[in-house]
């Protein structure tokens, strides 16, 4: 699958992060608040791809004969960590969304060019 051509929500790819919105601010043609939105958007798709990944990890592993207690616990604090994030995540924290992007975007577009 190409990643790249795949449309998420209704803004960008969170792969490729805001780096369109950022070209229509420099030609002025967008706002900051613009940007932080589009920005904002991408962090929660990535986030709710993570989550979905390990979902669906979680259940392959339910689905073995005999799942691997340290592998479940690990999903489990994965899955936690990633929900906290989501709770978390504000438009009013750039810094916040910007990690989330380099943190999970690179895992997440990884993840679908595996598929």
Same mark, same amino acid.
Do not use: W
């Given at each position: 699958?190409?990643?790249?051509?795949?449309?998420?929500?209704?803004?960008?790819?969170?792969?490729?992060?805001?780096?369109?919105?950022?070209?229509?601010?420099?030609?002025?043609?967008?706002?900051?608040?613009?940007?932080?939105?589009?920005?904002?958007?991408?962090?929660?798709?990535?986030?709710?791809?993570?989550?979905?990944?390990?979902?669906?990890?979680?259940?392959? !592993? *339910? @689905? +073995?004969?005999?799942?691997?207690?340290? #592998? &479940?616990?690990?999903? %489990?604090? !994965? *899955? @936690? +960590?990633?929900?906290?994030?989501?709770? #978390? &995540?504000?438009?009013? %924290?750039?810094?916040?969304?910007?990690?989330?992007?380099?943190?999970?975007?690179?895992?997440?577009?990884?993840?679908?060019?595996?598929?």
């Amino acid at each position: 699958m190409n990643y790249n051509r795949l449309p998420i929500g209704n803004t960008f790819s969170p792969v490729r992060g805001d780096r369109r919105a950022l070209k229509l601010v420099a030609m002025g043609s967008a706002s900051n608040s613009t940007v932080n939105l589009a920005s904002f958007e991408a962090a929660q798709e990535v986030l709710c791809v993570s989550i979905a990944i390990q979902n669906k990890a979680l259940s392959e !592993e *339910l @689905s +073995r004969p005999h799942p691997d207690v340290v #592998a &479940l616990a690990n999903i %489990d604090s !994965e *899955l @936690s +960590r990633l929900m906290a994030a989501e709770d #978390a &995540l504000s438009l009013d %924290d750039p810094s916040g969304i910007n990690k989330i992007l380099t943190e999970y975007g690179p895992r997440v577009k990884a993840a679908f060019l595996s598929a």
